[in-house]
C-alpha cells in the first residue's frame, strides 16, 4: 500500500496546508517589502517540492510530486501573496496549530522515521524562506540575512511539530 493510498484527501490538504502557514509564518514575522515578501513566498513551493526530492523514500513527501498536489500547492502559496505586511499575530496561531495537528497525523499514520524527515523538511524550508532575503537592509546594503523574530519563529515551528532545529 502506498503512502498516497494511506492519506487521505483531507490528510493531505493537512500537510500541504501546514508547510504553507508555516512558512507563511515566517515570511510575515518580518517584513521584508514586497519584493522581499514575494520571494519569501516563492521558496515555499520550491523548498517544499526540493525537500520531497531530497527524501526520495519517503511516500509522505512523494505525495508532494503529484500534479495536483503541486498545483494545490501553488494554489494556496499564491492565495496569501499580499503587497502589505500581514500581522504576525493573525497567521502564526492558525499556523502553529496546524504544525501540531500534522505531528499528530504523522505519529498515526507515519513511522517515526519518515516523520521526522517530514517536520525536518517544513523546518528547512522555514530556514530557506528567512534566509531567502535580508532583513534591514537599505537598497542592498547591510541588514541580516535571518532576523532575530524569524529565528524565533521557525522555532516555534519546530516545536509545534515536536521536532529539532537542524543542526
Not at 525537500?51 to 498536489?69: F, G, Q, W
Amino acid at each position: 500500500m502506498t503512502m498516497q493510498s494511506q492519506l487521505t484527501d483531507d490528510e493531505t490538504t493537512l500537510l500541504i496546508r501546514t508547510a504553507v502557514m508555516a512558512g507563511m509564518t515566517v515570511a510575515v514575522s518580518k517584513w521584508s517589502g514586497k519584493t522581499g515578501t514575494l520571494a519569501e513566498f516563492e521558496v515555499i513551493g520550491k523548498g517544499l517540492r526540493d525537500a520531497a526530492r531530497a527524501y526520495p523514500n519517503n511516500p509522505i513527501l512523494a505525495v508532494l510530486e503529484s500534479d495536483t498536489n503541486k498545483k494545490a500547492l501553488a494554489d494556496m502559496v499564491n492565495q496569501f501573496q499580499t503587497d502589505a505586511p500581514m500581522n504576525l499575530q493573525d497567521v502564526k496561531p492558525f499556523a502553529l496549530r496546524r504544525c501540531d495537528e500534522l505531528a499528530e497525523m504523522l505519529t498515526a499514520k507515519a513511522s517515526p522515521e519518515q516523520a521526522d524527515e517530514v517536520k525536518q523538511a517544513i523546518v528547512v524550508m522555514c530556514q530557506r524562506i528567512a534566509e531567502e532575503s535580508k532583513e534591514g537592509d537599505f537598497l542592498g546594503f547591510g541588514g541580516k540575512r535571518v532576523s532575530p523574530e524569524e529565528t524565533a519563529v521557525i522555532g516555534e515551528v519546530a516545536r509545534a511539530l515536536k521536532t529539532t532545529l537542524p543542526a
